[in-house]
């Protein structure tokens, strides 16, 4: 469907905000995505950008409404997975399995079968089947040393449910290589690994005094604390010589030494 120019440019501008916020400000993203629907609720994009702000945001009837209605628009079914993924954010797993089993799922491309058997483990998670989805998730794709965009997401998924179903050296190793497939830090895999390690991630307060006219200034870091280890050094005390009375003390008597020696040369002026 065609619109006018402007009333074209002001979709596009509303689905351009829509993109920009939808992973650091889902509500955001979904007000402009409602926007861009009362002007255009008749685009497959538009309802496809509504479905996707409204899923960020976990308001997954009214995503699953909008990528229905994509769907029937466009007859295509690159939306099937997170279709599924809603119907478990409805707490309906049952309807999400039933649809990773349906011929849509032939239909998917590889990235889209990946993301099917994503959203199948996760549903047999959601029903205490902790095998069942380890076996799901299982597949050449999990096997494969090639690194594909699904790759982190996939071995995550692995580690995760091995650890849940209390098989935590075979977690480690798949959390570790989710890790190495994972560049871009779209997962916090290497977080989940240095917790199996027994590593903590603390506060460190630095505390900024200059004679007691500045404020004491936060400073976050990340402290890594093996177990059992000793405790960090405290940091050194500043060299004696560099306080500010040590400092004046020092001026002061290097003043002293050359008023002596200036007296000293002129009597020795006299003298002669």
Do not use: H
């Amino acid at each position: 469907m065609s619109l006018p120019k402007g009333l074209a440019e002001d979709v596009a501008r509303n689905l351009v905000m829509v993109a920009r916020l939808i992973d650091e400000d889902p509500e955001g993203a979904y007000g402009y995505s409602r926007v861009a629907l009362r002007l255009a609720s008749r685009v497959a994009a538009v309802r496809e950008a509504a479905g996707f702000a409204a899923y960020a945001s976990q308001k997954y009837s009214e995503a699953l409404a909008e990528f229905r209605a994509a769907r029937r628009m466009t007859g295509n079914v690159d939306l099937w997975p997170v279709m599924a993924d809603c119907e478990r954010g409805l707490g309906r797993p049952e309807k999400a399995l039933d649809m990773a089993g349906a011929p849509e799922v032939q239909k998917l491309d590889k990235a889209g079968q990946v993301e099917m058997r994503l959203v199948a483990a996760g549903a047999r998670r959601d029903m205490d089947q902790l095998d069942a989805a380890i076996v799901t998730l299982q597949g050449p794709e999990l096997a494969s040393n090639s690194v594909q965009p699904w790759t982190p997401r996939l071995r995550y998924a692995y580690a995760d449910a091995l650890l849940a179903a209390g098989r935590e050296g075979e977690a480690r190793e798949w959390f570790a290589k989710a890790v190495e497939s994972d560049k871009d830090g779209s997962t916090d895999a290497s977080d989940r690994l240095a917790e199996l390690d027994g590593v903590e991630f603390v506060d460190a307060f630095d505390e900024n005094d200059n004679d007691g006219d500045s404020d004491v200034e936060s400073v976050t870091e990340a402290v890594v604390v093996a177990p059992e280890a000793a405790p960090a050094a405290e940091p050194a005390e500043p060299a004696k010589g560099d306080s500010d009375d040590d400092l004046r003390a020092l001026l002061e008597d290097e003043d002293q030494d050359e008023d002596e020696d200036s007296r000293d040369d002129d009597k020795d002026g006299v003298e002669g």
